[in-house]
Each structure stands twice: as structure tokens, then as C-alpha cells.
């Protein structure tokens, strides 16, 4: 209910869509219910006294009852298609806008597939439980209350019946739908360890290949295939015992009501137009009944996704994002860590332990590591995509944190790990480092990034499109891209994340050569793996386990002979100390 | 009034599923038809059983109204107390057959239906088994999963439901028409009159709604996929503080989608109405002739009780029609797609007097191999090498020089088009394939792990391997020490493609696996690219011990790791332009010496 009320507010813009909608159906319902009324009273009067007139205008009415509840069905399926598309478009609308503005560490936890599920399909059915809500949850309820209504206050004699038969139905009905729901819950894992079988088959075809696991897999399919077959078997034959149950029931209450209403007819208590009305309204009955329960049924299954919805949008952001408004300042680029420390989980082990290193601008400093040393954690924090737990950085003299993040994050050429592309021209994501960019500093920053020799052997050249996830190029080219967007701002602050892991050993010094040749005034942080990738940087960083376990410069690092040198050895340097 | 209980599953209203947008056709209905025909095997008795009954249900059906007329006429009306019960009592005995043996009819058509797509799911998983990597190379994941999902779950739907229904809907109009003629022609018209009427209106309503479906599924489609590269690029896109720019790029698509949403849907929400007047205006047309009729005297109010029902009844078979018949046709289209796997035939098979193996002794020769994966460009040309039992071969050159194709010629992943491969001087494609594979342990580029756990991922590479064996294969690999330290050790469950673990864990593992695989080849396909330089060399201490008397090939980035080769080729556009051990190729100051010397200076 709280999160019905949280979402409240964007259906307020069309809250007198949402409220004439089932106003209308109101109308629309009336209309169906008056009919067999009429026709009783065609039966009764008309017939039973050869009453022209009375049949024609009574007709007349019939058609003319029939005419008005058309239009408000067609304006209320006009109005509550309106209200349900205008508001998941407004909810989604919003719920971008907040996605957008989330930090790096909102989206770590809340899971990047999570909010692609929460703007994809939650919104979906939330849209979806609207519009059934205005529509049908309106009509089913009334056609069902109203024809109680319109029998008790004409055929009371045989609403005994209605006494009886509803609340059989009720009961079918709530069994059924109870367990199946269990049932269809059962049939739904079924379907996905079927899928992840068949995913994962054809992912890995080739380790199932080589391994000859064929009949293995198979026999592995086999289970999950026959267990589904099973579990679809025992809930579709359960809803389809529904039906026949439903049948009969409705179908006894019927005999039942010729039956009794024969006796009544025979005490000349009522007519048998009223026979004929009640049975129109015991099929009206089922009809409202059925509806409603099917409906609810889709809309209860809304109710985690308004949660899910809600939940992002409640989401506090933990650092502010880019305010385009910012005035921007050239930055100089002096950058140093003072006993930072960082943690993802908060509250398990430190990723980053007391690191303090200073960088001045147009220096170039090396950082190297094995796998899971805090490496790609210290350079986000350059960029602030996460905020320390503890410690402080500043650039040129000024905490991190007292700068707009747009200012800030403008005067950082960052090139990460992943080469993420987006669709559209290469020229467009090479520009998404500087907006208004020339095309010589597009081709400039190209040619630095050693990517000018793929580009111009396409034929759209810097105009070729990518594909979603740039599927049309190669991982080396991908990254060569990657770093053209960072180069093309001449940043005060360059760092690259082991992004030059998919390029030749050629294309890498030409990139490295650039660097030191043009960015001579930034302040350059290099990650990677390869010592040949940090031979000449100013100083060299070695990390361990989250802690700065050396620094220096290559040489000094080797005199050492410790954690750098095996690193050294192990990448195939000579056991000789180089000459200094 | 007896098959209200269908119309009200069919009377729901709201956006229901049915605009998926433009159907496909079959191609060959007919063959396809049959094909699903013959598939149903020794269910056709009980599905010829189900079939009878829906034609005895559908009759049933018609007899309940009729004789509810019959009653108010010659019962009710005369006050004939005991003939209304005596009929009320037949006319309770139709009902309860009739809900009997409409049970009876879904039971088995339900049963029928499930157990044959069981077997076409499993049927066609097992063809994708047996088709080569040239196949997949063709198509799409996506696609192929839709033909084991989609094509097969639509399949279904017709079958257990779909087709029964056209059946009764067809059986029913036929039935209807029959017993209003034979009750009054008159009347028999004037509720027939609003049928043609119904079918135009719906099938206008439903052209203009799926024409505009079409719109609001690719504005959608176009939006998610926005929003998925945006969301999955979240990183970058703050890190350029480009936000706004994809808010309004957003906002510019969210609004075609409401536009484009808003017509769809609402042309589809006058479906409800309209057929819900078309039902009124027949049902007034019927009583108000029915009444003037009656008023001169030649109907009775019995009869305008049975047309009343009958003109009910006849609303849902049309309004369903156009719906199930396009059900109906995407379900055999989409059988038509699966069959087409069906009929592939994989390109590289068993000769027919293949030789089995149990044991290679490892000698293994290329001689003039050519290969390419199309047409259009050969990836290895003439290549020749011989690797002898025991020896390590290294295949070193830059990405795209055919060291992996290789690795895939060898065990027959892809069969040649020029020269010949030998293992112990026989060709491989003498061999049978399994026994091949089975000889040839490999670790692949692409560490593919499956769902399950960390022991049965590893147990993969020996089905009958024994929890020491796993753990010290692991132990081998150096994942042991990574693998203690997880939640439930070797027990812990990893999802499909190994998501929750590092790619060097994921290296590590795939390490494992093939460590414990018995074979006599061993393949290493840039096994450690993503474990650090340390680990490497551990694994590779490890490793000595596994590669002690079997051949091995080894392609690796890092050369370090393979100065220790026997013979290194060195490859470069689809040829081997060096070959030699470490020393000599230095010596020869080539393109190997070019290599070398570049990973290590600027």
C-alpha cells in the first residue's frame, strides 16, 4: 500500500483520466445489466399482452441502451489507455533521470541488470495493472454486484439460488487460483533451468565439444526437460479442471432455477420473462466473478515491480552528479593520496589500505600489481566514481570533494579497463570527450591513440557506425577508440586503467610515445601488467594486497630485489641489474 | 446456456496478449502439418479419442438451450409441474455429461500435447548436440534459443488449446446455424445479420491496432536497447559527464514510445466495447423481432428464450476466430523453423568404418593444410608441422595470424579443405570423433563454466573423478587457494558462464578441469592471459608433471612462458614464417626475435 501511495504522485497529472475512466464503465455496466431487465419485461407485459407498441419502444430502448454504453466504453478505453501510457512513461521518464544521476557505487549495488530490468519490464507491467485496474477490475466487481443488485430487487424468490452457487464459485475459483499459482511457480523454475540448460550449451559448445560431453549434456537436458514437461503438465491439467467444475456448477444453478421458478410460475408468483432474466444474470454473474479473479490475479503480480520501482527511486545518491551549470576551470593536475582507504562492502575488508603517494603535473607514474591488488579501485577514486572511507585526495592543493564533480571529472582523461562504446559514429564517441571538438583535434587525438589506420580503411571513415556494444570491431580497435575520447580533452589528469591489454606490442609504444610527446604537461597514472608498459615512468608503484608495498623509480625498484624484481624476472628481464 | 463458461475467459477485458504483431506464415503448412502429425506417434488414439469428444461435447452443447425453450414452452408456461422436473432432471444430466466429458477432452489433449513437445524439445536439444561449430558459427545465440523457447512453447499453445478451440468454435457456428434454421428461419436470419458486421469490425480494429503495435514494439524495442547500453555504459557516461546528453537523447524516445504506445493500446481497448455492443445489438434485434413475432403468434417465448442463447453462443467462435487462426499459422511457422534444424546435417561426421582409440602414442603432423572459415578468405595457408610424442610445440604471432584455428583443425572442430592432419600417422578423419576428443585434453581460450557447482565444473573434464582427484587437480591449477575461501568451498553453486568469478578464477578453473581430463594431446589456448605473472609460473610447475610424455601445444601472449618449447612456430598471416627452438630463433634475429625484444623495451 506504500508503495501505491509512492507512486501516487505520477498519476496525479491524470487523476481525472484515471477517476472518469471507471466512471464511464460504471455507465457502460448499467447498460449491460438493464438488458435482460428489459427483455423480462418485453416477455412479461409485451408478449403476454400482445402489446405492439410496448415491444417496439421497449426495443427501441434496448438498441438505444446498447448505442450509449458503446460510447462510454470507447471514451473509457480512451481515457484509461491515456492515463496508463502517460503515466509508465512519466515513471520511466523519472526513473532514468534518477538511473543517471545514480554514483558508481549506487549501481554496484543495486546491480546494472537490475535497473535494466527495472526500466524494461517492471514498468511494463505496472502500466499493464493500470490499465486493467481502470478497465476491468471496475467491471467485473459491478457486473457482479450489480446483477445481485438487479435480482434481489426483481426475482428475490429465486435468489436463493445466487445464495448457493456464488459461493461455490468463490471457492472453486480461490482453490484453483491459490494453487495454481503455486503450480505455475514450480513450471516458471522449470522453464529457467531449461533455458540456462540450452544457454549454456550453446555458450559453452565448444568445452562440451571438446570435452565429448554430448550425451552427457543431454541426459543433464533430459531431467530438467522432463521435469518440466511434469510441472506444466499439473498445473495446465489443474486450470483445466477449472472450467468443466465452473460449468457445472453454473449450468445445476440453472436447472435449478427452472425448476423452482416452474414451481412459482405454477403458484403464479412470477412470470417466466423472470425466469429468463435470472438466467441471464447467473451467466453475468460468472462472467463478473471470472473477470475480476484474473485480473486480480495479473495485478498482484504488479506489486513487486511498483516495489522494485520504488526502491530505485528512493535510492540516495551518494555522490552528486555532474552539474553542467559548473564554471570550468583549467586544472593544473597536482594530484596526492593521503592515507585513503577504501572498502566495497563497507563492512568486510579494505581494498585499498592506507595508501599516500603524490603525482605533480607532467609526471608520469606507474602502477603495478597482481590481480585483485586495488589497482583499478585507486584510479576510480581519481575520478571520484567512488568516495574514500578514509583519507583525503586532493588536486592541485583542493580536497576532491570540494570540487563539482563536472569540473573535476572534465579535467580527467580517464580510459577504463573495459573499452565501453555506444551506439553511433565513431566520430560521435571520440566527440564524447569533448563536445565541441574540430574535426582535426577528432583526427588528432585518432592518430595518437594509433586508431587513424583502422579508420581510414573503413569506408565511412570517421562516419562508420557501430553496432550495440561496437560488435563490429575488435577488441584492439574498441580500445584504441577508448582512448581517443580520453585524449581528445587534453586532460589535466590522464589515466589509463590496463587499457592498452588488447593492442599490439607495436601500437602500444606508439601510444605510450605519443603520450610522453603529447601530454608532456599532464599527469599521467598508468595501471598495467606488462613492466615494458611502465619502463619509463617517473616512479613506479608496486601494490599488494590493497597497501603500497614499494614505490620508485624502475631502477631503484629492481635494487630492491623484491616484490618488482620476481615481477621483473617472471616477465622475462635479464638476472642482471640494468646500467645506471 | 451452457458454454458461458469459455466466453468468460474470452470476455476478460484489457490489453490481452494478442497483438504480437505481424504473424508469420508458414511456408508448407501442409508437410509441416504432417510432420507434426507423424511426431505424435503412438499418441494418435487418445488424441483421435480427444478429437471425437470435442464433437460430442460441441453437440451437447447445442441440446441445452434447445431444450431450456423447450421447458418455458411445453412445461413452465401450461404450469406442468412435473414435466419441468422431469425434463429439469434431463437437462441436469446433459449438463453433467457435458462437464465430464469436456474435462475428459482437455485431460487428454493436454496430456497428449506436453508429452510430444517434451519429446520435440529434447529431441531438437539433442540434433544441436550433434551439429558442428560451422553452424553455430552462422547464427545467432539468441535465435537458436528462441526455436527451443518461443517456436517450441507456441507450439504448444496451439496444440493443447488453440487447435481444440478453432475445432469447437468451427463445430459450434456449423451446429447454431443448423438448430436456428431448424427452429424459426426468420429469427435464424436477424441473428445472423450482426455476424458479418461483427467479423469487418474486428478484423478493421485489429489491422489498425497490429499496424500500430508494430510502431510501439520497435519504439520499445529501440528504448530498451538505449537503455541498456546506457545503463551497462553507466560508468563511462559519468566519467564524461554525460548525463544530460543521454537524458535527452532518452526523453526524445520516451516520447515516441507514448505517442506510438498510446494508439496501439487504445485502438486495442475498443475491442472490448465494440464486440460487447455488437453482442447487445444482435440480443435486441432477437427480442425485439422475437417479441413482435410472438405478439402475431407464430413464435413462442420458449423459442425466443433458445435464440437468446444461441445468439450468445455464437458471438465468441467469431470474435475468436481471426485470433486463433493466427496462433494456429505463427505455431506451425515456428514448428517449420524448428523442423529446419532438425534437417541440418552436421559437416563433420564419423566415416563409416571410423577407428576407435583408446590410447595415441602423440605423434601429430599438418601436412599442407589449408583451411578458411568461408569462402571468401583462407586463414592458414599451406601449413606443414610435425610435432613428435612427447614434444612441446609453441605457436606464437599476432592476433588473427590462425594459431587458434589450429588448435581447431586438430580436434575436428572444423574439418580441412586442403592437405591432411595425422595422429600417429593415420589422418584424424579416420578416427572416430569422440575417441579423438577424448585423447586431446584442452583448455580454451574461452573459459566457458556451467551452472553448478565448483566441483562439478572441474569434474567435468572426468565424469567418474573422485573428490581427491578434484581437489588436487584444483590444487594443481593453484584454484585450490581461491576455492577455500568461497562460502561452500567446492560446493559452491556458480551460475551459467561462471558470472560471480574473476576471468583469472574462471582461468584457474577451466585449468583444473582439463588437468584431470586422461588424454595423451594436451591443448593450451592462452590458458593464463588473465592470471597474473606469479600465479603463471606456479601452474606451470604444476604442470610439468601433466605434460611428462604426452604432446602438447601451447599458444601464449606472454613468451616467456614458452622459451622452454621444443619447437616454436612462429605464425604470421595463416603461415609459419620461423620455426625453431627459443635460442635458434633468437639467432635468426626474425620476426620471433622482433617479438621478443618488443615485449620488453619501448
Sequence with gaps: MNTIKSLYPYLKPYKWLALFAPLLMVIEVLADLLQPTIMQHIIDYGIANNNQTYVITRSILMLMLALIGLAAGIVCAILSTKAAVNFSTDIRKSLFEKIENLSNSNRDKLGTGHLITVMTNDVTSVQNALNMTLKVLVRGPLLFAGSIVIVLLTARSLFPIIVVVVPILFLCIWFVITKAGK????????????????QENLSGMRVVKAYVRESYEINQFKEANSSLTRANMSAV?????????????????????????????????????????????????????????????????????AERIDSVLKTKIDIPPANSAAQINRLKGDLSFQNVTYSYSKNGENVLKDISFTARHGETIGIIGSTGSGKSTLAKLISRLYDPDGGEIFVDGKNLTDYDVKELRSSIGFIPQKATLFTGTIDMNIRMGKDHASSSEIEDAADFACATEFIEKLPERYEYPLTRGATNLSGGQKQRLSIARA?????????????????????????????????????????????????????IIVMDEGKIAEQG??????????????IYLAQGGKEVLPSE | MNNQGKNQMSSIRGPRGMMKGPVVKPKNAKKTLYRIWSYMGKRKPPLAA???????????????????????????????????IRMSLILAGIYITTSLLTWLQTYLMVNVSFTTIGMLRQDLFAKLQTLSLRFFDKRAHGELMSRVTNDIDNLNNALSQSVIQALSSILSLVGITIAMFSLNWILAIITLIVIPLMVIIVRQILKRSSENFVKRQKDLGELNGFVEEAISGGEVVTLFSKEKDFLTVFNERNEQLRSSATKAETFSGFLGPVT??????????????????????????????????????????????????????????????????????????????????????????????????????????????????????????????????????????????????????RSISDYNIHDLRNRIGIVLQDTYLFSGTIADNIRFGRLDASDEEVKSAAKMANAHSFIKHLPQQYNTVISAGGGNLSEGQKQLLSIARAMLSDCDILILDEATSNIDTKTEIDIQRGMSNLLKGKTSFVIAHRLKTIENADQILVLKDGQIIEEGNHRELLEKQGFYHKLYTQQFTI
Design chain 1, 553 to 566: 623509480t624502475h631502477e631503484e625498484l629492481l635494487r630492491y630485489r623484491s616484490l618488482y624484481y620476481d
Design chain 1, 183 to 198: 503450480l505455475f511457480k514450480k513450471v516458471q523454475q522449470s522453464v529457467d533451468r531449461v533455458n540456462t540448460k540450452v
Design chain 2, 276 to 425: 460487447n455492443f455488437i453482442n447487445n445489438l444482435g440480443l435486441a434485434l432477437v427480442i425485439g423481432a422475437g417479441a413482435f413475432m410472438a405478439v402475431q403468434g407464430s413464435v413462442t417465448v420458449g423459442m425466443i428464450a433458445s435464440f437468446v442463447n444461441y445468439s450468445r453462443q455464437f458471438s465468441r467462435p467469431i470474435s475468436q476466430m481471426a485470433n486463433l487462426v493466427n496462433t494456429i499459422l505463427s505455431a506451425i511457422a515456428g514448428a517449420e523453423r524448428v523442423f529446419a534444424i532438425m534437417d541440418e546435417q552436421p559437416d563433420v561426421t564419423n566415416k563409416p568404418n571410423a577407428l576407435s582409440v583408446t590410447k595415441f602414442a602423440g605423434d601429430v603432423a599438418f601436412e599442407n593444410v589449408s583451411f578458411g572459415y568461408n569462402d571468401e578468405k583462407m586463414i592458414l595457408k599451406d601449413v606443414t608441422l610435425t610435432a613428435k610424442k612427447g614434444e612441446m610445440v609453441a605457436l606464437v604471432g599476432p592476433t588473427g595470424s590462425g594459431k587458434t584455428t589450429i588448435i581447431n583443425l586438430l580436434t575436428r572442430f572444423y574439418d580441412i579443405s586442403n592437405g591432411d592432419i595425422k595422429i600417429d600417422g
Design chain 2, 50 to 84: 480427444a478429437i471425437i469428444l470435442v464433437i460430442v461435447t460441441s453437440l451437447l452443447n447445442l441440446l441445452g438451450p434447445y431444450l431450456i425453450g423447450v421447458i418455458i414452452d411445453e412445461h413452465i408456461i401450461p404450469k406442468d409441474i412435473s414435466g419441468t
Design chain 1, 237 to 305: 491439467q489443474l486450470i483445466s479442471l477449472l472450467m468443466p467444475v465452473i460449468l457445472f456448477v453454473v449450468n445445476i444453478g440453472m436447472v435449478a432455477t427452472l425448476w423452482l421458478g416452474g414451481l412459482q410460475v405454477e403458484a403464479g408468483k412470477i412470470e417466466a420473462g423472470v425466469i429468463l432474466a435470472f438466467i441471464n444474470y447467473l451467466t453475468i454473474i460468472l462472467n463478473g466473478l471470472m473477470s475480476s479473479s484474473m485480473v486480480l490475479m495479473q495485478i498482484t503480480r504488479a506489486f513487486p515491480s
Design chain 1, 487 to 539: 585524449f581528445v580533452r587534453k586532460p589535466a589528469i590522464l589515466v589509463i586503467d590496463d587499457a592498452t591489454s588488447a593492442l599490439d606490442a607495436v601500437s602500444e609504444a606508439q601510444v605510450l610515445k605519443h603520450l610522453k610527446e603529447e601530454f608532456a604537461d599532464a599527469t599521467v597514472i598508468i595501471i598495467a601488467s606488462k613492466i615494458s608498459s611502465l619502463l619509463h615512468a617517473d616512479h
